[in-house]
């Protein structure tokens, strides 16, 4: 069964940074990219960022980029978004999606929640 | 970028009838989009992608449509546990994915 599992979440005022972490299993990690969704509390879903196999190729809205980085550890099957200099409007849940062979995303983690308040 | 309209906003449906869902796309984007459902609480799930496959264990009473800029997303035959927000996505621009707004589909 395909699993992902998000960590890191939390509480950070405005200008911080947190480390998400997305756990993968019951898949070879290494065989597919992978991306981070966010959805603001009563909204809908923005996509935030994407990663190839070998995070030789990565992508950003133009919303995180220049904050944010994504990466990724075949060794322990995970993905990390760094985020840096937080705002207000960073506040969401996060998701990480796998990307399916066609570019849909076709399995999700459950996510974890960031709230950026002073 | 290419911006994904929903509509309607809202649908308010009985169950055992059917929802016919909406989605339009800014400029043409073939048959690259998805549907997802979300429930109150979970995270998304796919339901449609390349505008027409069911996803795995998505039962026969959903179904996609169109091309192009024109999206259908159709339930049969509504059950419970189908009230939910729907969101189409395109993956034309891969990877630089964009959601539609969402449709809420509820209990009339």
């Known amino acids: 069964e395909v699993q992902l599992m998000e960590s890191g979440g939390g509480l950070e005022q405005p200008g911080g940074s947190l480390r998400l972490s997305c756990v993968a299993s019951?898949?070879?990690?290494?065989?597919?990219?992978m991306s981070w969704v966010r959805q603001a509390p009563g909204k809908g879903l923005e996509w935030v960022s994407y990663?190839?196999?070998?995070?030789?190729?990565?992508y950003y809205a133009d919303s995180v980029r220049g904050r944010f980085t994504v990466s990724r550890d075949k060794a322990k099957n995970s993905l990390y978004l760094q985020m840096n200099s937080l705002r207000v409007e960073d506040t969401a849940v996060y998701y990480c999606?796998?990307?399916?062979?066609?570019?849909?995303?076709?399995?999700w983690g459950q996510g974890t929640l960031v709230t950026v308040s002073s | 970028e290419i911006v994904m309209t929903q509509s309607p906003a809202t649908l308010s449906v009985s169950p055992g009838e059917r929802a016919t869902l909406s989605c339009r796309a800014s400029?043409?984007?073939?048959?690259?989009l998805a549907w997802y459902q979300q429930k109150p609480g979970q995270a998304p799930r796919l339901v449609i992608y390349?505008?027409?496959t069911r996803a795995t264990d998505i039962p026969a009473r959903f179904s996609g449509s169109g091309s192009v800029t024109e999206f259908t997303l159709t339930i049969t035959s509504l059950q419970s546990e189908d009230f939910a927000v729907y969101y189409c996505?395109?993956?034309?621009?891969?990877?630089?994915?964009?959601f539609g707004q969402g449709t809420k589909l509820e209990f009339k």
């Open positions: 400029q043409s984007i073939s048959s690259n």
């Open positions: 390349g505008a027409s």
């Open positions: 990663t190839s196999l070998s995070s030789s190729t990565v």
């Open positions: 999606a796998r990307v399916g062979v066609v570019g849909e995303f076709d399995s």
């Open positions: 019951g898949f070879t990690f290494t065989t597919y990219n």
């Open positions: 996505q395109q993956y034309y621009n891969w990877p630089l994915y964009t």
